[in-house]
C-alpha cells in the first residue's frame, strides 16, 4: 500500500449505530488530519494530530471521538450521529503539522446516517 | 477578513482547450502559502504546487501552469491543451497566521468538465 489509505470507502449507518472510521499513511508523515467535505462548504477541518498528540479540535461535537494510537494509523470513532453528518470524511498527512506544507490525502469515507 | 475565493463555480470546456481556474485572495499576513488542490471521481485531494509569498515566479509543470500575483492577490491555475483526464475539482488554499499557530483557509472549488 502506498500512500495514504481510508476504509470503509462508504459508510450507511443508523442513529444509534457506532463506527469507527480508519485512516493509515505510508509516508513517514507525523502529523495526521481528519476533515469534513460537505457540498458547497469549504473543507471543514476536524482533528488534528502532530507525533500523536491532538493539537487541534475544531470545535467538534463529541459523536465524532478521535483516536491516534501511532503516527501512522488515526481513527474517527462515530456514535449517536446525525443526518447533517452526511458527508465525505478525509484524512490527510503531511511532513509536520502547521500547514506550511502540502497534506496528502486520502480517498474518502461515503458516510451516510439515516 | 481573510479569505479564499473561486469566483467559478463550474467550468465546461471542450479538449484541447486552454482553461483558467481563478483564485483571489485576502490576508493581512505578510508571510503566507498558497495551494493547490485536485480533486477528480475517485475523492482523494491530489496536492498540484505550494507557493510561498516571497516568490513570485510563475511556475510551469507540464501542461499546468500558475500565475502568482501579489498586486492583485491572485494565483490563477491554467490548463494548457486540456484533456478528459483533468475533469475534476479544484481547490485553491491559503495558509496564514493563527495566533501561534497557522489555519488553512480553502476555497469552495472550481468543478471543471473537459469534454471529448
Known amino acids: 500500500e502506498t500512500g495514504v489509505t481510508q476504509t470503509p470507502r462508504h459508510l450507511v449507518m443508523g442513529m444509534t449505530n457506532k463506527k469507527s472510521l480508519k485512516c493509515e499513511q505510508h509516508?513517514?508523515?507525523?502529523?495526521m488530519y481528519w476533515y469534513k467535505q460537505s457540498a458547497k462548504k469549504p473543507l471543514e477541518l476536524m482533528f488534528v494530530y502532530n507525533f500523536k498528540e491532538q493539537t487541534e479540535n475544531n470545535s467538534v461535537p463529541s459523536r465524532f471521538s478521535p483516536e491516534c494510537p501511532n503516527s501512522s494509523h488515526l481513527f474517527l470513532h462515530l456514535h449517536t450521529l446525525q443526518p447533517e453528518d452526511s458527508a465525505l470524511y478525509l484524512c490527510?498527512?503531511?511532513?509536520?503539522?502547521?500547514?506550511?506544507?502540502?497534506?496528502?490525502f486520502g480517498p474518502g469515507t461515503r458516510l451516510t446516517v439515516t | 477578513a481573510q479569505k479564499v475565493t473561486q469566483a467559478q463555480t463550474e467550468i465546461s470546456v471542450v479538449e484541447k482547450e486552454d482553461v483558467t481556474l481563478d483564485c483571489v485572495y485576502e490576508?493581512?499576513?505578510?508571510?503566507?502559502?498558497l495551494f493547490w488542490y485536485k480533486q477528480p471521481p475517485s475523492g482523494e485531494l491530489v496536492f498540484l504546487i505550494r507557493r510561498n509569498s516571497f516568490d513570485e515566479q510563475n511556475e510551469i509543470s507540464g501542461r499546468y501552469s500558475w500565475n502568482f500575483q501579489k498586486s492583485t492577490s491572485s494565483f490563477n491555475f491554467t490548463i494548457t491543451a486540456s484533456q478528459v483526464v483533468d475533469s475534476a475539482v479544484y481547490f485553491c488554499a491559503l495558509s496564514v497566521r493563527a495566533g501561534n499557530n497557522r489555519k488553512l483557509i480553502w476555497g469552495l472549488g472550481t468543478s471543471l468538465a473537459v469534454n471529448p
Open positions: 490576508t493581512r499576513d505578510t508571510t503566507y502559502y
Open positions: 490527510a498527512s503531511s511532513h509536520t503539522s502547521g500547514f506550511l506544507y502540502e497534506q496528502y
Open positions: 509516508l513517514g508523515h507525523n502529523a
